[in-house]
């Protein structure tokens, strides 16, 4: 999102959210011509899919539920758009060696039911999240505490030994520290993922009630969820940050297609939009105007490989050529040209642009499309298995069309066959992914969860990772993730992670396919709209005209 699978999946195909509220320098009309025309307590709407579960901080791993939880928490520090950190929750959060941090909390916060925002609220949050007995699918982003295989052993049905982080020590009621087992010198830039939010004292004594309606210390507060058609947010006056609400709340719209949501933004029944489909990108400039935006964003589409499935495990396990030669086989030019509409921009790379630590053509020839060279190299690696195979997407995101263009690109270059499996929605896709039911290849869409190039290599190539859904595993690459995450600066981590970067492509766990951008728009009925870094609209901005 993102250390674990968990951060943020991508829902859809031409834009993404999740992580963090940070501006990006978002397109907006700035709402200067609105002034004393807005209602401070108007209630404006976002399209939205259906989260996949509910909404705890430590299982919340897709884009759909990120967005609403965005609003409803907030963590101790954002990001800005320059990879700087930003103070919210926190005051301050200082270590003299990277592997013992202490958290200093800004006095006064409270939750949406009124009581204090404390150094429990974290510790206690942060141990409930990374028990095993509690399966929260972000539990692996506490790994790097100690005592984390005390309450997380390595076997999944093994007992916790115990129920609390030995690195987590509460000093007073807004001090606390956190012992890792090593040195991490990006450790405080993961805290603004939502897996470190704080959890009031009411979510323990019913976790199941608590996950339909949370209680949050963020700028809104929860209000309802109508399952498949709506979620409410609704501003919270007593909020402490920086970025309180310039409205009375959001209503996230449930759409199940991206077609009809931009059908009614034209009409004006939905206000905001975080991504359109493909057929849409031809004309929505001219039908929105000013009202359009087009704005790059700190994501990436990959096409991942399952590892598990049968046809790379027998009868030998697929050689990284196979890989390599399937990418060669991909004309990005000319599908981002013609597909997407010249929205997306062909990556070089595994790591998204705009975080610390991006580099032009990691990933050297194996993202340019060469034809000859593509045949050769999955000769050399043995052949594709049956010399066919088949990408997942899920068919609610806008992806179908590319997908098709892939796999016809892959076929003419190659002779190997291709094709899509979509699967109705988001959820069904990642219920897919999660039970390891993917046949051969899945796209895979990955969004920051904080501005470090390590979030898009530790986060998704380790073994073990949350965001491993592969299970694409190698000791020698775990061996230089573990030193890059042990130097003794965040330049020298984010130095090494870009050594990493450029060795995958003898491993090819993914084949990068393009960076992503924010290509939307809002209705008329409101100003001030801006996307963040994320890809996300941010929520609190939008004024809503009278």
């Known amino acids: 999102m993102r250390g674990a699978k968990s951060a943020k999946w991508v ?9 963090a509220t940070a501006c990006g320098g978002g397109k907006s009309d700035g709402g200067s011509d609105a002034k004393g ?5 108007g209630i404006y709407s976002i399209e939205l899919g259906e989260p996949e579960k509910p909404l705890y901080t430590g299982d919340t791993m897709e884009s759909n539920g990120s967005a609403v939880m965005k609003g409803l ?3 101790l520090v ?3 758009a320059d990879g700087s950190l930003e103070m919210v929750n926190a005051e301050s959060v200082t270590t003299t060696d990277s592997k013992t941090w202490t958290v200093k909390l800004k006095p006064g916060w409270t939750f949406h039911d009124g009581t204090p925002v404390t150094s429990k609220s974290f510790v206690d949050a942060w141990n409930w999240n990374a028990n095993i007995k509690n399966a929260m699918g972000l539990s ?6 100690k005592g984390y295989d005390k309450v997380h052993p390595e076997d999944e049905k093994a007992k916790p030994t115990s129920d609390k982080l030995d690195g987590l020590k509460i000093v007073d009621d807004t001090t606390f520290t956190i012992e890792l087992t090593k040195p991490v010198p990006y450790f405080a ?3 603004a993922y939502i897996a470190f939010a704080p959890l009031a004292e009411s979510f323990y004594k019913d976790p199941k009630a608590a996950g339909q309606h949370p209680v949050g210390n963020g700028p809104y507060k929860f209000k309802s969820w109508d399952h498949k058609k709506q979620i409410e947010i609704v501003r919270f006056d007593g909020y402490k940050g920086p970025d309180k609400a310039k ?6 719209k ?11 933004l034209k009409s004006g029944n939905v206000d905001v939009l975080r991504q359109l489909a493909p057929k849409d990108l031809p004309v929505y400039r001219q039908d929105l105007g000013d009202r359009a935006v087009d704005q790059p964003y700190s994501a990436i589409q990959t096409i991942a490989v399952a590892f598990y499935a049968d046809q790379w495990k027998k009868p030998k396990l697929v050689d990284p050529r196979v890989i390599q030669g399937l990418s060669m086989a991909i004309d990005r030019a000319t599908i981002t040209k013609t597909v997407l509409n010249g929205t997306r921009e062909p990556a070089t790379g595994w790591v998204a642009k705009g975080v610390l630590g991006f580099q032009e053509n990691a990933a050297g020839d194996v993202t340019k499309f060469d034809p000859a060279k593509a045949k050769e190299l999955i000769k050399a690696g043995g052949g594709v298995p049956n010399n066919k195979i088949s990408i997942q997407y899920n068919a609610d995101g806008g992806h179908k069309e590319w997908v098709e263009a892939v796999c016809n690109s892959i076929q003419q270059a190659t002779g190997v066959q291709c094709v899509g499996d979509g699967k109705p929605d988001f959820q069904a896709d990642l219920t897919a992914r999660k039970t390891k039911q993917v046949k051969s290849l899945y796209r895979s869409g990955w969004v920051l969860d904080y501005p470090v190039n390590a979030n898009f290599i530790s986060d998704l190539f380790r073994t073990g990772a949350g965001g491993n859904q592969g299970d694409f595993s190698n000791k020698k690459l775990d061996a230089e993730i573990a030193a890059a995450d042990n130097t003794k600066t965040l330049d020298e981590s984010v130095k090494a992670y870009q050594a990493i970067e450029k060795d995958l492509v003898n491993y090819m766990p993914s084949i990068p396919l393009w960076y992503y951008k924010v290509n939307a728009g809002y209705s008329e009925r409101v100003s001030g709209v801006a996307y963040g870094q994320d890809g996300d609209p941010i929520l609190t901005g939008v004024e809503v005209k009278k």
């Open 140 to 145: 692996s982003w506490f790994a790097d505490i």
């Open 247 to 252: 409205n009375g709340g959001v209503v996230f």
């Open 73 to 75: 928490y907030s963590n």
């Open 189 to 191: 830039h993961k805290l």
């Open 37 to 41: 025309k807005v209602d401070p307590n």
């Open 11 to 19: 829902a859809g195909a031409i834009v993404v959210a999740l992580a």
């Open 78 to 80: 954002d990001y800005k």
């Open 254 to 264: 449930n759409y199940t297609t991206l077609e009809a949501a931009y059908e009614d």
